[in-house]
């Protein structure tokens, strides 16, 4: 054949093309895509007031093809993102071999107050491919240092008021602060750092500078108070301009606890505030909090209190006082006073409370004079309103969280706390408003004092739902109604308690940072939510507050400053930095609190005599069933300050191993050992409790702290199944042994004894609450019942995370995803399917990636996915009634190089998997 003169030349250009653009394509393909969710410190993204000047770096490899692991990786740092990544100032790590993609140190020159810092990163595969640099990064850092701040803090004496709460305590009536300022040239950048004693919100130019609530959060206040910083660049004029600031007690100068004497003479809150502004044109100008500022208390906001409510009187109104066009003739000077350095300023190192999550209302019950709007959902916030009133007429707002039989207001466990917001209206019609300096914990709202000629609408109240501002982290579904609602009743106990702090409830007179709550539900925490930076920020908290004697508070920050602590409490110091480095993988957190570690483990010492403890302890709080009839239950509280004092010095052997101390590992590690033979002689004879009572949670301990000989645990596990027979099968544990139940129960093959546990339907049981109407976790496992009524103890919160710790056992062995190694580098996805469940599937985000195991039972065959993120290995247990039948991806297993054969057993197999999803199947009956 011959072509044409022009039909070859058309086919040459389009051979030419093709060959071209193939070769570009291969250049391109060789290159791998860009590393993605590039964070720094404890996972933060792009943070603005960042505390930390010596950061870590993290991210994640890519799920594409060719990419199973990382040989090597550079970082580059830079003053401007213009610099990168070829002439980084700051620091280039140069090309590391290393496998870790996270933690990773910074190592340049100093970071200092107000710095803007760029980065990027690279990565080379298995194979020594390098990937494209990943898109810029960025993080400016706060004011650092006490020194930084020019500003100084300001406010009214609101003590000499003389208001008087509930309770004959302080009030100090909400101030509102304001500084007409004036710039000659154009903004280029504006940043305002800002704190407060107590808590603010703060607008320019009439715009509200964030929708953060009730910062700048709760800290021990007398050591630190943390410090925000705003981009408000967008807000800042040419010309005049009004800062505003409405400043309330909050958790600093409101009413905390139950010590009238703490509360009866509290600080006048004040706010410092500075605001920093470049010019287009280089020059500088600086707004500080002075005596140059006025401010009232004759705003709308009459009262503001975290546990009695808010008062908003509609007629005090001041429109526009926020802009330049508002008379503050008749406002009042500020008094002034100098920032010190007795209280540590420093950024927020978590992040702050939002508003998160919106409800309906589901339900309007009618009463002859007031309405009950039913969220069916307990929850943490306020409310949001738009009720029709007449004008004068006071708008009463209560709170429950459930409703006693009679359809009456259950409010009786809410003991001294109001709870009750008010709203005095101006004008007749519809008013709009939302409680801003308080917070609630309910499930039902009613409304008396509005309009009687309307008809209550459901959209009348809202309820909107406030938390720290984290993100989900894991995910649980299963086959089965009730262990859905038990997880949800677990994502709502978390949401509901981590309010800056995490509390031990959220509605009575307490929400306080209770330790033995914490330190039993941070691994569950953990898995549901990104907190590490919230946990990481508590426990600086918490190192904050130890006594000089080592000692930890019952609460932290420690507003009942009574010197006293607990085993099982206190031993948070050591559980939770150890818990965290186990799921992140991050040593900082060991770093950080090792010495705390230290302290308390001599604080335990100190309070034994030949390794006994005889440490005051909450004991196994609120035990089911006591037999003397006391919340503490009936397990010895020397037994467990024992156990515990062993258990905090094994963590801190454990830590010091990690941290390369050797010698101190041998140490504790020695001191471990000699509590540990003291406890087994004091407690225990061949396995079985001595010299005193006997109960599940002795067992427990002792089982799950490793305590025993050898010889002997068979027959205490034995024991602790007698002890469990004996309660028909049933737990009898309270917030100490409930944790170790299914831990222990697990480690010794009682599968099916947990199974049992768990789908209880009965009291005492998860499922019991939640047959009752539960949302929430309880405090109690029998808080209320539909025969009974309410228990009628006044501490009886609806809203308590500490029984959700068996989230953990069911993230880490129904669905099955657990770490082998710290941060998931080495994943264990061991699954235990098991009736009245046909199928579950969890999904976790580790440091490196998405992990998943989802399992289903169809025609006696187990169908499991699984998914092991990039940079990481996975040990894969699979159950099977017939090794020969397993399944990858409809193929008969065989040796490759992604699965490999470990171990063949009887009713199990064990494959080492690289990087990827797979689907399983094998033949298997429950």
Known sequence: MILHKSVFKSYIYVLTYFVFFSVMSCENSSVLQEAKHLTISEGFKNPLGFYDAKPTFSWELPVVEGVISQSAYQIVVASSPDLLPNNPDLWDSNKQSSSQSVWINYEGKPLVSRQKVFWQVKYWNQDDKASNWSPVQNFELGLLNNSDWKAKWIGLPTKEEGVLGSQDNIIHRPQYLRKVFELSNDVANARLYITAKGVFDVAINGEDVSDDVMPPGYTPYKKRIETITYDVTDLIESGQNTIGVEVAAGWHSGRLGWMKSYWSDTESPKILCQLEVTMKDGSKASIISDDTWKATTQGPIRISEIYDGETYDAHLEMPHWTTNSFDDKNWKAVQAFPVTSTIKLEPKRHTTVKSKIVLESKEIILKADAAIFDLQQNMVGVPLLKVPMKMGDTLKIRFAEMLSPDGTFYTD???????????????????????????????????????????????????????????????????????????????????????????????????????????????????????????????????????????????????????????????VCTIIPWKIYYRTGDVGILEENYDMMKKWVAHHQAT???????????????????????????????????????????????????????????????????????????????????????????????????????????????????????????????????????????????????????????????????????????????????????????????????????????????????????????????????????????????????????????????????????????????????????????????????????????????????????????????
């Not at 720290?468 to 579904?477: H, M, V």
């Not at 677990?490 to 981590?498: A, D, P, S, T």
């Not at 156990?643 to 041998?666: D, P």
């Not at 309660?727 to 599968?751: K, Q």
């Open 413 to 571: 466990n809410y003991r001294s706390a109001q709870s009750t917001d008010y709203y005095i209206a101006a004008k007749e019609g519809t008013i709009e408003w939302m409680p801003k300096f308080t917070f609630h914990g309910f499930r039902y709202v009613e409304l008396s004092g509005f309009d009687a000629s309307k008809t209550p609408s459901k959209n009348w109240v809202k309820g909107v739902v406030q938390y720290s501002n984290f993100n989900e982290n894991g995910s649980f579904t299963s086959s089965h109604e009730k262990l859905n609602q038990l997880q949800s009743n677990i994502v709502w106990g978390l949401r509901g308690n981590f309010f800056d702090i995490p509390t031990d409830c959220p509605q009575r007179d307490e929400r306080m940072g209770w330790t033995g709550d914490a330190q039993v539900f941070g691994p569950t925490s953990m898995f549901n939510a990104d907190v590490y930076k919230f946990w990481a920020s508590w426990m600086q908290s918490v190192r904050e507050s130890q006594y000089d004697n080592g000692g930890i508070p019952f609460v932290v920050p420690d507003v009942l400053h009574n010197g006293k602590v607990s085993s099982g409490w206190g031993d």
């Open 608 to 926: 034994s005599k030949d390794f006994i403890s005889h440490m005051n302890s909450f004991a196994d709080w609120l035990q089911p069933y006591p037999e003397n009839g006391n919340n503490k239950g009936d397990t010895s509280h020397s037994l467990i300050g024992t156990a515990f004092f062993a258990h905090s010095a094994k963590l801190t052997a454990k830590t010091a191993e990690v941290l390369g101390k050797k010698e101190e590992q041998a140490t504790y590690e020695a001191l471990y050992k000699s509590v540990a033979k003291a406890f087994e002689n004091a407690f225990f004879k061949n396995g079985k409790v001595k010299d005193v009572t006997a109960t599940q949670t002795s067992y427990l301990l002792a089982l799950a702290f490793d305590l025993l000989s050898e010889e002997n645990k068979e027959n205490a596990k034995q024991q602790l199944l007698e002890k469990i027979s004996e309660a028909d099968n049933h737990l009898r544990t309270g917030f100490l042994g409930t944790p170790l139940l299914s831990e222990v129960l697990d480690e010794t093959g009682e599968i099916d004894l947990m199974y049992k546990l768990l789908f209880n339907e009965t009291y005492p049981s998860w499922f019991y609450s939640i047959n009752q109407g539960a949302t929430t976790i309880w405090e109690r496992w029998n808080s209320y019942s539909k025969a009974e009524g309410f228990n009628p103890m006044k501490m009886n919160s609806l809203n308590h995370y500490a029984y959700g710790a068996i989230g953990e056992w069911m993230y880490e062995r129904i669905t099955g995803i657990a770490p082998l190694q710290a941060g998931y580098k080495i994943i264990s996805i061991a699954p235990i399917p098991k009736a009245p469940l046909t199928s579950a599937s969890a999904t976790l985000n580790t440091p490196y990636g998405e992990v998943a195991s989802s399992w289903e039972i169809k025609n006696e065959t187990l169908f499991l996915e699984v998914v092991v993120p990039p940079n990481t290995t996975a040990e894969i247990e699979i159950p099977t009634d017939n090794s020969e039948s397993l399944k990858v991806d409809n193929e008969n297993f065989t040796n490759g190089k992604n699965l490999k054969l470990i171990k063949n057993e009887k009713r199990k197999i064990k494959i080492l998997a690289q990087p990827g999803t797979y689907e399983f199947q094998a033949k298997y009956s429950l």
